[in-house]
Structures are given as structure tokens and as C-alpha cells.
């Protein structure tokens, strides 16, 4: 509940500043003792870990605060209104006072979460798949992908944060004039530059245009004409390309072939050339843009004026004088004129022959260099199109998709939008851009290198709610996103606030535990499950809406249009594309299986011969009866689309989704998981975005509830099979079906076909060999007088009801998981089937008994496994938290008793005999490495006196650590087990 933490007025008696420091500074030790019982399980605590990083800086926030009261007071009142009134806090010094004591609460509710869930790792209630730990030196762009070791993974980092990526800026007033007039990078920033290029560090060069050497601007005044924001100079005028091929030449020289430049060279901050009237940051041609604006004309109008009369309503005499009589900046009352279209199109085409330029410049240095702009998406998705940039062309040119994409949840100011009537945020400037820039570059990674989910201008919240922070960016994640960096770190180490910020530190992320937090926890949580990410991420796009620049650029309600189609088929499951003329010209069909055509009124003849060429071979177009019918003149087009051997499907635009649904039926275009969605929104409304695919013989679904409402979720397999089950991969735990998802819930699920498992078996009959094994063994410390083992584990409720080997020591990420133990069972095991070279076939968890017997969860003592078709078995071994795995040859008999002698098995040193008469498999192996030695000590000696834990070092069996498990250990150190199965 949003104010959670806030109900409290100023006039309240708060909590005393120096006690609930104190309070937390005591959890910290608490949750460090935990951790360490957690990590000798052989369980990941990087949450656990970064929970206590983020309680300490907070803390120190907290003091700066505390101390600084007047100084927080001042910057909330430069963006009041915040929206406080719920909280019982009005005013920018009520703020401040109450902020030191938010902060420390914050971090105290945080430290408490993180040790109730953390013992419920230890206790088996949840389960946490092991996740990447960053290393920075070691990253590489691969393809789409960003690499380490093999796997993908997912990047976040900060603005102006102490550490992470490698970030290094110039811009062209760092060069001073040489005696022959040319530009000379200056020595200090030539050595940042050089210091960051070779940091090994995976990153960005950052060409800022904000300035402009002196001795240029001072001879060349001009050059400050039409100014942006971030673009300080006439991008038209001679001496800038002469400036800025003196300055690239010389940096692509300094970061060729380095690491610190993988992401690419980051060309442009959020460039824009706003040239209509009413525009934010508008901006008067120079006269070196109009004159470049004349050729353009004569060149695209055939050197005939009369070409140009018939194009525009006007009738220049010639095209100088149709530039000079030009309006700027230019009336909205001409679009959908010729004289708009011919405007807008040239200031987008000299914005990317700037940009080629700059790219060419870096390459004549650095040849394999990539670059990438900051492009801001929502204004490719918005209506708008006088701000000269091609999106497509520039993302063309560019080898990394660059953006600064972002949501916003609530506004400081302005009137009531489009979204806030079902919807959590406004997502449409996300999800519509990044899955049309990476229909445009589907091989190149998307760098969102100013993430602004957090804060925008028009919108801060201090009190926003984690969820929203988790649903945001990994909804970017599922569109797209590899690496993001967010908008930003607004303190120094002391905790004051840092001058670069300007406005954007009040209410920003650092005043916020809770949400600074949850981006961290959301990282570790997709980087745990990279492998179904990065599935998910690029699964097919059977569904392509056309997209034309020619209907943007003439009809402002174009855009909205493209969005309401969009819109209507998001949540049915599909990941959505885009193609364009250019698409369909170059790349393969085979990726999409329709094109739609929604509202694009005005297209270029060569963007109908483009769709006409896809029908003539084979292609299915959708089309409405508004599109295709005028040129980018507005004359009325001739040539219109015919099936040939491709299949054409004419609807009026509001039956577009009917013919897009009977399509895909018709062809058996499905996803393998389909979802029914039940809201409180209406019948026609859904919110629950989800994406499913196949991965590695799992069925894998996402869900994010993008509404501010709970939905109801019924699930099942789009091949009819409703006998199923989810397994929440994020926590373990069985989800019923049908479920409620909470508004800003995200979900990672695997869905399992239980009328294709076979004894338990998580794994589709289909996909290979049977084979059954039947198992006996004994564990050295858990062997009783009686012969049978010792269960006070189990009776003392300290058993896992999920598997417990999805840990570092064994790395097995089943979703395996009992509702209650037969009264028999001691312990969880881990049985293995390997080929004759050792490599693993097949492994599952089952349960062992107290007489010894290995047993399935429905006490069967066959133990089934699937193993690849054709494969060779050869041995079996079992593994287990606090012994030595064990191994045996099974090539002439699947019935193994270890607790006899029998040819075969306990191949090395996996056994022993015990004082009572029994072969056991030997005691002491803590860290599950395969030998006992000082190592396995040091387990111990950690939590030697840990009470009712479900712990690797408690050999005996009895919950408690203690000398008698240093004992075990004692009389076992220095053996080893089979090399073959040691980790």
C-alpha cells in the first residue's frame, strides 16, 4: 500500500534518530549471521549480501539528512507539488524532517524481509537459483547478446555512479587550435581518455555537443546558430565537421579495438532539430540549412519547378525562392502539404547524413568500431515528426541500439492521460519503440543508457512502490533491453547532493531504500534466469504491422492509430514486430508469417511496390480500407495491391484484430502457453502482458500485470493440455491454477504437462530413453545402533520440502518439491546417470529412507530417468549435502546396493564401514567438493553451534552442529571421492 511507511504527521512523536539506527545496525548482525548458515548450505545470498550494502549507504544517507535538514528543504521546494497528501506530509519542510526517519525505516523493514525470507531458504520453504555475479572486465557484446563466461547477462548501472561500466566523455572543446588551423585534442583530457580506454571495463565513449572551442566560435560566430539543447552549434555549418573530424579522428585512435568502446561510441545525447511551431526546443534553419534545403528540393524535384508547383500549393518561380518564402518555424496548418512532407523529409535526411558522418570519421581510425544515439523513443512513438530524426536510418547506421527509453507512474503537473484509467504507467514508450528498433537491428544489443522509469521532469515520486520499479524494468528487459543505466546518483559519498543533478535530486531513487533496492534484487533475479530471458526476449515475431515514415511525417494522428493496433493485439501473447519498405527489402520473410496495414493513408509508390513484391512471393498481407490510397503529395495513388501468389486480406480498420485473430487460428500460428485473463477493467480491456517459450525440454511463461488492478490468470497449453502445473521459478513454490496477479506483479513460471510425467518424472515422456534404477545406501553419520538411520531431521520439520541442490556444490535447478514427507524419510538425495567419459545424461532428486532404500516421491523404489535417444549409460551416482558422492558402474545391472559389496560399485573411495556393521558412503565432505580436508573444517567452524538448521556440516543428521560432526569429520579428513564426479 502506497504511504506505507507514512501515515505519521510532523506533529507525531517520531522514533528517537539515534534508536533506530541503532535497531538496524543490529539486524545488520543478525542478517550476517544468517547468511553465514545460509552460504555453508550451499545457498546464494547475493540478495542478502546487497541488502546490507544498500542498508549501509542508506544509513549514511540517513546522517547527511538528519544533519541537513534546510538544505533538503530547499530542493523539495523547486519541484512541489509532490504528491504527499496521502501520506499526511504537505509541505517541503515536513518532507525534510520526516526523510532522515523514512530512510532508517526503510532499511529496517528491509533487513527484516531479507532474514524471513532468507530462512525460508534454509528451511526449504522457498528455493533461489544461483545467480551471475556482475564482473565488469569480463563482459562481451555478442550479437543481441552481452556475454560472460557463456551466458547472457543483464547490466544496470548509474549516472554519474561510483562504479560499474566505463564511461568517458568528450566533447570538441577539448581541442585547442594547432599552428595550421586544425584541432589538437588537449593533453588532460587526451590522458582521462586514455586511462579509461584502458580499463578493461566494457563501455561507451560519450560525444557531448554542448560546447564549442574558442577559437572556432570566436572566428566563426555563426556556428552557434540554431542551437538545441545538447547540439550547441549549426550542424550545417563548414567548420563543424571539420571540428568534429579533428576530435573523433583523434579519440577512435585512443579507444581502437578496446573493451572501454564495446557498447560503441555514443554519438549524440538526445538529439532532436524541433522545427514546427509550438514545438519544445525549436529551433531557425541557418542559412547553411536552407541553402543545403535548395539542392535538396532540386535534386528530389528533377530540376523542373514545375514539379515542385505540382508538389506544393504554392508556385514558387523557382527553388531558391521557394525556400526563401518558407515559414519558420513551420505552421502546423501545412501538414499533409507538399511543403511540410519536402521540409520534414530533407531535415531528416541531413540529420543522418550528419550522423553517417561522424560514424565515418570514428571508422577511418577505428574500423570495427560500433556506435550507437541516445534517442529518445517516445518521440518515435509519439505523433510528431518535425525533429528530423529518422529513426530507422539512424538505427541503421548504428550497430547498438541506443535510447533512453522510460515510464512514467504518476505526474506533478498537467492534465489526466491516455493510460491512467486502466494501466500502472504510461508503456507505450517502451514496449511499441523497442520492438520496432529491434525489428529495424534485430543483431544488436539495446543500450538504454539514461533509463528514466524512476524520474522524468513532469513526474517524481519519493513514496513510489517497488513493484513499480520491478514491473518497469523488467517489462524493458522482456522488450529488448540488455544494459541500462539509470537516471541517476544525485549524492556524493558524503551523502550531499551532487551539483551535476540540478533538479533531479530531490525525491530521486537515493532518497529511496526500498526502490534502489528492488532494481538491484530485480537484476540478480533476471540474471539468475538469463538463459528463459534472453529466450523470451527473442522469440519470433509472426505478426509485423507496416510502418510508414511517409503517413507519420503527414498525419499527426498516425502514430496513435499505429498504437491502438499495436494495443489490440499485445496481451495475446505474440511478441509484436514491425517491417517497413526497407525491411521487406532486406531482410527474410520467413521471420513473420503477416504484415498488417493499419491507417497509413499516405505512402511513397515504392513503399506499395515493396509490400507487392512480398505478396509475389508468398507473403500474407492484412490491409484496411484506409491505407495506400494517396502519395507522399497527397495525390491519389494508381497502383494498388493485388494478391498474386501471396494471400491479400481486405477488412475495414476496425476489424483489423478479428482478421489478425482468424489468421493465426487458420495457420496454428500459437504460443505454447495460453492465458485467460479476468479484470475488473471490462471485457475488451486486458492488462496482462505475457510472453511463452521452449527452452531446454521447459516450458517457460512470463506474466506482468501492467494495470492497477488484480487480474485473474487461468493457464494452460495451447495443445489442449489442461492437467498442468506452474512452478514459480523465482521462489519454487507451486502456483494453483487458476491465480490472482497483484497490480505491478511480474511472474516467471514453469509450466509443467503432468499427463506426459511418468513417476514423477519433470520431463516429457517424449524426449528419449527410459531407464529405472533401483538404489540402497547408508550415510556414515546418520547410521543408529539399530542399522537403520537416524530421521530427526525430518521429525523435527527441518527437511526442504523443495529439492535442496540448487546450490553452488551441485548446481541442479529443478523444480522438484513434496507437500509432506512419509514419516521414513531421512534425507534428500541426488542420483546422476553418466556416460563412460562421465558426463552427466540425467540427474533427479529423490528422498532416502531409513533402511536405505532410495525412493521416488510416490514411494516407488524405481527411480526413472530420461536419457537423450541413443545415448550410452555407464555409471550412477549419488550425491549428498554433508558426504562423499559415490559412484557405480551400471552397465551390467541398474539395481545398485551400496550397502554391499557387489563388482562395480563405490568406484573410489565412497565408502566405509561403520561401527555397526554397515557399508555407508563416508562422512564429512561439507563443501561437496568430493574431498575432506581443511576446507570442509572451515564449513564447520562457521556454524559449529547452529541449532535446528538444515545445514551441509551437520553430518549426523540431527539439525545440530556440533564436536560430534567435527568428529566425523576428524576421522575422515585427507579421503577422496571418484575424481570422475568431483565439482
Not at 556414515?780 to 542399522?787: H, I
Request: contains cysteine; aromatic residues 10%.
Amino acid at each position: 500500500m502506497r504511504g506505507l511507511f507514512l501515515t505519521l504527521m510532523l506533529a507525531t512523536n517520531f522514533l528517537s534518530f539515534a534508536q533506530t539506527e541503532q535497531e538496524a545496525l543490529q539486524k545488520i548482525d543478525e542478517l550476517n549471521s544468517i547468511i553465514n548458515i545460509a552460504q555453508n548450505q550451499g545457498i546464494d545470498t547475493s540478495k542478502e549480501l546487497m541488502t546490507i550494502e544498500v542498508a549501509e549507504l542508506f544509513l549514511g544517507f540517513a546522517n547527511w539528512d538528519e544533519n541537513n535538514i534546510a538544505t533538503n528543504q530547499t530542493h523539495f521546494e523547486t519541484i512541489m507539488p509532490l504528491p504527499l497528501a496521502e501520506q499526511g506530509l504537505y509541505t517541503p519542510s515536513e518532507l525534510a524532517n520526516y526523510l532522515p526517519t523514512y530512510e532508517r525505516q526503510c532499511v529496517i523493514e528491509l533487513l527484516d524481509e531479507s532474514m524471513v525470507y532468507l530462512n525460508t531458504l534454509i528451511s526449504g520453504e522457498n528455493i533461489r537459483k544461483q545467480t551471475t555475479t556482475i564482473d565488469w572486465s569480463a563482459l562481451e557484446v555478442q550479437g543481441n547478446k552481452i556475454m560472460q563466461n557463456g551466458k547472457p547477462v543483464f547490466l544496470n548501472d548509474w549516472i554519474w555512479g561510483p562504479n560499474g561500466l566505463s564511461g568517458a566523455y568528450f566533447a570538441p572543446n577539448n581541442l585547442e587550435q594547432r599552428s595550421d588551423g586544425s584541432g589538437k585534442l588537449k593533453q588532460w583530457p587526451k590522458d582521462q581518455l586514455n586511462e579509461k580506454a584502458n580499463s578493461g571495463i566494457l563501455g561507451t565513449p560519450f560525444l557531448g555537443h554542448t560546447s564549442v572551442p574558442g577559437y572556432i566560435s570566436n572566428n566563426h560566430p555563426d556556428i552557434l546558430n540554431a542551437q538545441t539543447t545538447f547540439t550547441k552549434y549549426d550542424i550545417d555549418h563548414p567548420k563543424a565537421r571539420e571540428m568534429l573530424s579533428d576530435l573523433l579522428t583523434q579519440v577512435a585512435t585512443i579507444f581502437q579495438g578496446k573493451k572501454a568502446a564495446e557498447l560503441g561510441y555514443m554519438i549524440a545525447n538526445e538529439p532532436h532539430w524541433n522545427t514546427a511551431e509550438g514545438t519544445w526546443d525549436v529551433i531557425i534553419p541557418s542559412e547553411y540549412s536552407k541553402q543545403n534545403f535548395v539542392n535538396w528540393l532540386a535534386s528530389k524535384h528533377e530540376n523542373n519547378i514545375n514539379n515542385l508547383q505540382a508538389a506544393w500549393s504554392s508556385n514558387p518561380s523557382s527553388f531558391q525562392q521557394a525556400v526563401d518564402n518558407f515559414i519558420f518555424p513551420v505552421p502546423y496548418a501545412l501538414q499533409g502539404e507538399g511543403e511540410w512532407y519536402d521540409w520534414m523529409k530533407f531535415n531528416q535526411e541531413r540529420v543522418t547524413e550528419y550522423f553517417i558522418f561522424m560514424k565515418d570519421q570514428i571508422r577511418t581510425k577505428d574500423p570495427n568500431s560500433k556506435v550507437h544515439i541516445k534517442l529518445i523513443p517516445g518521440m518515435w512513438s509519439g505523433n510528431k515528426r518535425d525533429h528530423g530524426l529518422d529513426f530507422e536510418a539512424l538505427t541503421n547506421i548504428s550497430q547498438v541500439i541506443g535510447n533512453d527509453a522510460g515510464g512514467i507512474n504518476s505526474y506533478l503537473w498537467g492534465s489526466t492521460k491516455w493510460w491512467e484509467e486502466n494501466y500502472a504507467f504510461d508503456w507505450s514508450a517502451v514496449s511499441m519503440p523497442y520492438d520496432f528498433l529491434s525489428s529495424v537491428k534485430p543483431n544488436a544489443v539495446n543500450y538504454n543508457s539514461e533509463t528514466h522509469f524512476l524520474s522524468k521532469a513532469s513526474f517524481r515520486d519519493i513514496f513510489l512502490e517497488p513493484s513499480y520499479a520491478r514491473m518497469t524494468h523488467w517489462l524493458a528487459t522482456l522488450h529488448g533491453m540488455n544494459v541500462s543505466t539509470n537516471w541517476f546518483w544525485g549524492r556524493n559519498s558524503d551523502g550531499s547532493p551532487k551539483g551535476n543533478g540540478g533538479s533531479g535530486y530531490p525525491g530521486s531513487v537515493l532518497q529511496q531504500p526500498k526502490i534502489y533496492h528492488e532494481i538491484l534484487s530485480t537484476m540478480i533475479d533476471l540474471n539468475a534466469h538469463s538463459e528463459a530471458i534472453d529466450a523470451l526476449q527473442h522469440i519470433r515475431k509472426p505478426v509485423r504491422l507496416f510502418y510508414s515514415e511517409t503517413s507519420a511525417i503527414n498525419s499527426l494522428a498516425y502514430m496513435e492509430n499505429v498504437f491502438d493496433t499495436y494495443e489490440s493485439i499485445y496481451f495475446d501473447g505474440y511478441a509484436i514486430g514491425f517491417v517497413t519498405e526497407n525491411i521487406l527489402q532486406t531482410q527474410s520473410s520467413s521471420q513473420w508469417d503477416v504484415v498488417v496495414i493499419a491507417n497509413a493513408e499516405t505512402v511513397k509508390s515504392s513503399e506499395i511496390t515493396a509490400l507487392q513484391n512480398y505478396l509475389n512471393n508468398g507473403g500474407t498481407v492484412i490491409i484496411d480500407n484506409a491505407s495506400l490510397l494517396k502519395d507522399e503529395y497527397g495525390n491519389l495513388h494508381s497502383q494498388i495491391l493485388n494478391a498474386n501468389t501471396g494471400t491479400l486480406i481486405t477488412t475495414t480498420t476496425n476489424n483489423i484484430k478479428t482478421e489478425v485473430d482468424n489468421f493465426l487460428n487458420t495457420k496454428n500460428i500459437i504460443q505454447p502457453v495460453k492465458i485467460t485473463e479476468t479484470n475488473p477493467l471490462g471485457a475488451n480491456v486486458k492488462g496482462c502482458v505475457h510472453r511463452s517459450v521452449d527452452i531446454n525440454e521447459k516450458t517457460v511463461v512470463n506474466l506482468v500485470n501492467i494495470t492497477k488492478e488484480p487480474i485473474n490468470i487461468h493457464l494452460e497449453l495451447t495443445n489442449g493440455v489442461t492437467n498442468i502445473e506452474a512452478i514459480n521459478l523465482l521462489n519454487g513454490k507451486t502456483v494453483s491454477i487458476p491465480f490472482t496477479m497483484q497490480p505491478e506483479e511480474v511472474l516467471l513460471l514453469e509450466i509443467i504437462d503432468l499427463s506426459c510425467i511418468d513417476k514423477d518424472l519433470i520431463t516429457p515422456c517424449s524426449l528419449g530413453d527410459e531407464l529405472y534404477v533401483n538404489v540402497k545406501l547408508f550415510l556414515e553419520g546418520f547410521v543408529l545402533s539399530d542399522g537403520k538411520m537416524n530421521d530427526e531431521l525430518n521429525s523435527n520439520n527441518l527437511l526442504p520440502l523443495n529439492q535442496p541442490f540448487n546450490n553452488v556444490s551441485h548446481s541442479y535447478s529443478g523444480t522438484e518439491r513434496v507437500n509432506a514427507f512419509n514419516s521414513k524419510v531421512v534425507d534428500w538425495v541426488l542420483v546422476k546417470i553418466h556416460d563412460n567419459t562421465g558426463n552427466v545424461l540425467d540427474q533427479k532428486p529423490f528422498l532416502l529412507h531409513r533402511g536405505g532404500n532410495v525412493k521416488d516421491f510416490d514411494n516407488s523404489l524405481d527411480l526413472g530417468f530420461i536419457l537423450p535417444s541413443g545415448s550410452n549409460y555407464k555409471y550412477l551416482s549419488v550425491h549428498h549435502k554433508s558426504h562423499l558422492d559415490v559412484i557405480a558402474d551400471i552397465s551390467s545391472s541398474t539395481i545398485i546396493d551400496f550397502s554391499q559389496s557387489q563388482t562395480g560399485v563405490a568406484l573410489g573411495n565412497g565408502q566405509t564401514t561403520t561401527t555397526f556393521n554397515k557399508n555407508a558412503i563416508i562422512a564429512g565432505d561439507f563443501d561437496g567438493n568430493g574431498i575432506i580436508n581443511n576446507l570442509d573444517y572451515n564449513v564447520w567452524e562457521q556454524n559449529n553451534s547452529a541449532v535446528y538448521y538444515y545445514l551441509n556440516q551437520d553430518a549426523d543428521g540431527n539439525g545440530i552442529v556440533n564436536n560430534l560432526d567435527y568428529n566425523l569429520w576428524d576421522i575422515n579428513k585427507s579421503k577422496v571421492g571418484n575424481q570422475m564426479i568431483q565439482n
